[in-house]
């Protein structure tokens, strides 16, 4: 297999860490720098945790990719920058592969169609576990038979976006197989704001942050006489990882943009 040559956005974070590790670990990837919000020019290696990784450090990716030769971006950092950072990628030609969460439908559209432009692969996948891909995949088809769902994600209490991209994304599955329809009583009402959480369709989305916790979900179906309930739980950040190595295998051979890992490990 050729060699990937990669840059990862976010080394010091959770989700960071692991990719660079990851990356580390894979015979054909080969990091070739990294995008950081502090020490610009100094190597990775000057970092804790990172010894024997002497790629440069930079804060300023246009800077970066300018300088250093890639093929794929790993984006793990904040909804603002990732956002950032994958425009930038593909108008440098580099391939993103974005774990980063929270971007709006309307930045999502932005990069689809910058991608198309440019004709090259991107994927932003809000969550890399198999098990949430196959979480929501299970709550697609479930929606055929069920009409009211709520969905709880529970997650780390650092999170900084609410709900998680993956309960976005698993409403917007959901929705495929499912009409939108009010749900709970017609003369519901909340005596303290938020108590019914936030509305999709009118299906009902609720957010948990605990010290604690890392990444789980649970989509609840109702009928007559029956719940179902489909639960994804991701004990670390290496549960991920196996989907970032697809996806960075994968970018290379697509020319547009793929939301989600579904349609990739089918
Ligand atoms: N798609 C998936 O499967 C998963 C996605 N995520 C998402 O990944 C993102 C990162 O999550 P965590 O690692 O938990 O967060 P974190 O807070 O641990 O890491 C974020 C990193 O971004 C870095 N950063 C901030 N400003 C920067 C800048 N100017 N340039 C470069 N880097 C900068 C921070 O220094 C930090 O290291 C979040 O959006 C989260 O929702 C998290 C887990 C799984
Ligand atoms: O911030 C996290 O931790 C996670 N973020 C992603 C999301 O918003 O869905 C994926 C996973 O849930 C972990």
């Known amino acids: 297999m050729n060699e990937i040559n990669i840059i990862v956005a976010g080394p010091r974070g959770r989700m960071g860490r692991e990719a660079v590790n990851l990356v580390k670990e894979t015979p054909h990837f080969r990091l070739t720098a990294v995008v950081d919000r502090i020490n610009n020019g ?8 990172f010894s024997g990784l002497d790629v440069p450090i930079y804060t300023d990716i246009h800077e970066c990719f300018r300088e250093v030769e890639a093929d794929v971006l790993i984006d793990l950092t904040t909804p603002d920058l990732g956002f950032l950072h994958t425009k930038s990628a593909l108008e440098n030609g580099v391939r993103p592969v974005v774990g980063t969460t929270g971007f709006t439908p309307e ?21 890399f576990a198999v098990g949430a891909v196959l979480m929501m995949k299970f709550a697609q088809t479930a929606a055929k038979y069920f009409e009211d769902v709520e969905i709880i994600e529970m997650h780390h209490d650092q999170k900084l976006d609410a709900p998680s991209g993956t309960a976005v994304k698993t409403a917007e599955m959901i929705g495929v197989n499912r009409e939108p ?5 017609e003369n519901e009402k909340e005596t303290i704001s938020g108590a019914r959480g936030a509305e999709v369709d009118g299906m009902r989305i609720h957010s948990v942050r605990l010290p604690g916790l890392v990444a789980h979900q649970q989509v609840i179906f109702g009928s007559n006489g029956q719940t179902l309930t489909i639960r994804h739980d991701s004990y670390n950040r290496a549960s991920f990882m196996s989907g970032v190595k697809v996806s960075v295998e994968t970018v290379l051979q697509l020319t547009t943009l793929v939301y989600g890992l579904e349609s990739i490990i089918d």
């Open 42 to 49: 100094k190597l990775l290696s000057d970092m804790e945790g």
């Open 107 to 127: 930045q999502l559209e932005e990069l689809k169609e910058l991608a198309e432009r440019k004709s090259l692969g991107c994927i932003i996948a809000p969550n």
């Open 181 to 185: 329809k009010a749900q709970g009583h």
